[in-house]
């Protein structure tokens, strides 16, 4: 796999599905295998759940649900860790910075 990306989240609710729709709709027209991996850090809403339904509507997508909230940067840690892509960068999930930020080029 050459890409992973790790997005951590937190009460996301509101605001993944859109991240994960157009994270999708870019990557989809790469010509390389990657992974999108949200880290769920405890939500009390349902970022899980929401992720969950959105697993066969986005290629590649994969949820880690933590029950306990640990933090952002014990999430992103562990989406480093679980990630199987050569490169691996994360980006928060209200889409602040955008996937097509990454010179994807460089990949191939």
Same mark, same amino acid.
């Given at each position: 796999m050459k890409l992973s990306v790790i997005i951590p989240a937190y009460n996301e609710e509101g605001r993944?599905?859109?991240?994960?729709l157009t994270m999708d709709g870019y990557l989809s027209q790469v010509h390389y295998e990657y992974e999108i991996l949200v880290v769920n850090d405890g939500? %009390?809403?349902?970022?899980?759940? =929401? @992720?969950?339904?959105? /697993?066969? %509507?986005?290629?590649?997508?994969? =949820? @880690?649900?933590?029950? /306990?909230?640990?933090?952002k940067g014990w999430v992103v840690r562990q989406g480093m860790l679980e990630?199987?892509?050569d490169w691996r960068l994360f980006m928060d999930a209200d889409n602040s910075t955008s996937v097509d930020q990454v010179a994807v080029s460089s990949l191939y």
């Open positions: 993944i599905r859109k991240t994960l939500s %009390k809403d349902s970022t899980a759940s =929401l @992720v969950r339904s959105m /697993e066969g %509507k986005v290629k590649n997508l994969r =949820l @880690v649900d933590n029950q /306990e909230n640990h933090g990630a199987k892509g």
